[in-house]
């Protein structure tokens, strides 16, 4: 059976009390067979990913006085939470994107992605930096994360059987795709010091002219945070 990259929600809506709900919705991808649960080595990764940039958030907004958002702590977590990162993807053997981040939050959508290159993840005792954007574009894992998004964009009906969604998939790439990369890069921006590449708007909305669905619609699964303590140790 083919695996295949699918969307899947992350939850974090119990954290919240007093009345208080969260600021935007969480996603990321899964790379499985569609009838496969969650792994748990992707599903304690995520925990832990969620957990890291929660924690941060409310430390942030703690010293503000202000609550800081989804967005401007996962800016924290993806610059500072970097060997955090690198672990995960070690031990849980994840790959690039699905370590990878979208946030909706009110009307801003973003996509955060680890600028470390993940297919040496496995042989270095530390992250290997993409020193540019230009060396981001020309990986094995910004190949990877522009073609999921483009066969998703080009199966909006995920249903269909693999040949239908690989035929799909070839017949949008020759009309659609030189436009489609030049969108994604253009919507991609990168700071050597930060450690990660953030795209704005996220993929779904950079292609959603082409046929890409939002994620909110994407979603076929979620994955629920109920105690931060449970997760960070």
Same mark, same amino acid.
């Given at each position: 059976?083919?695996?295949?990259?699918?969307?899947?929600?992350?939850?974090?809506?119990?954290?919240?009390? #007093?009345? %208080? /709900?969260?600021?935007?919705? *969480?996603?990321?991808?899964?790379?499985?067979?569609?009838? =496969? $649960?969650?792994?748990? @080595?992707?599903?304690?990764?995520?925990?832990?990913?969620?957990?890291?940039?929660?924690?941060?958030?409310?430390?942030?907004?703690?010293?503000?006085?202000?609550?800081?958002?989804?967005?401007?702590?996962?800016?924290?977590?993806?610059?500072?939470?970097?060997?955090?990162?690198?672990?995960?993807?070690?031990?849980?053997?994840?790959?690039?994107?699905?370590?990878?981040?979208?946030?909706?939050?009110?009307?801003?959508?973003?996509?955060?992605?680890?600028?470390?290159?993940?297919? #040496?993840? %496995? /042989?270095?005792?530390?992250? *290997?930096?993409?020193?540019?954007?230009?060396?981001?574009? =020309? $990986?094995?894992?910004? @190949?990877?994360?522009?073609?999921?998004?483009?066969?998703?964009?080009?199966?909006?009906?995920?249903?269909?059987?693999?040949?239908?969604?690989?035929?799909?998939?070839?017949?949008?790439?020759?009309?659609?795709?030189?436009?489609?990369?030049?969108?994604?890069?253009?919507?991609?921006?990168?700071?050597?010091?930060?450690?990660?590449?953030?795209?704005?708007?996220?993929?779904?909305?950079?292609?959603?002219?082409?046929?890409?669905?939002?994620?909110?619609?994407?979603?076929?699964? #979620?994955?629920?945070?109920?105690?931060?303590?449970?997760?960070?140790?």
């Amino acid at each position: 059976m083919v695996k295949n990259y699918q969307v899947v929600e992350l939850s974090f809506y119990k954290l919240y009390t #007093k009345g %208080t /709900t969260p600021e935007g919705r *969480i996603f990321t991808y899964i790379n499985r067979h569609y009838d =496969n $649960s969650l792994p748990d @080595n992707w599903k304690t990764a995520h925990l832990k990913e969620i957990a890291y940039l929660l924690a941060d958030k409310w430390l942030i907004s703690e010293e503000s006085h202000q609550n800081c958002g989804l967005i401007k702590a996962a800016r924290h977590f993806f610059q500072f939470h970097t060997n955090d990162l690198f672990k995960l993807a070690q031990i849980g053997k994840i790959s690039l994107p699905e370590l990878s981040l979208v946030i909706k939050e009110q009307n801003k959508s973003r996509i955060f992605i680890p600028s470390w290159s993940i297919s #040496k993840a %496995t /042989t270095s005792t530390e992250p *290997i930096y993409h020193k540019t954007l230009e060396s981001f574009f =020309n $990986s094995n894992s910004y @190949n990877l994360l522009r073609n999921i998004a483009q066969y998703t964009a080009a199966n909006p009906d995920s249903t269909l059987d693999p040949e239908t969604q690989s035929n799909n998939f070839t017949e949008w790439v020759s009309k659609n795709g030189q436009l489609a990369s030049i969108l994604l890069n253009s919507s991609l921006s990168f700071d050597p010091e930060l450690n990660y590449v953030e795209g704005s708007p996220s993929p779904d909305e950079v292609l959603k002219d082409l046929g890409h669905k939002p994620y909110e619609e994407l979603a076929i699964e #979620k994955l629920e945070l109920n105690k931060l303590e449970e997760v960070i140790s």
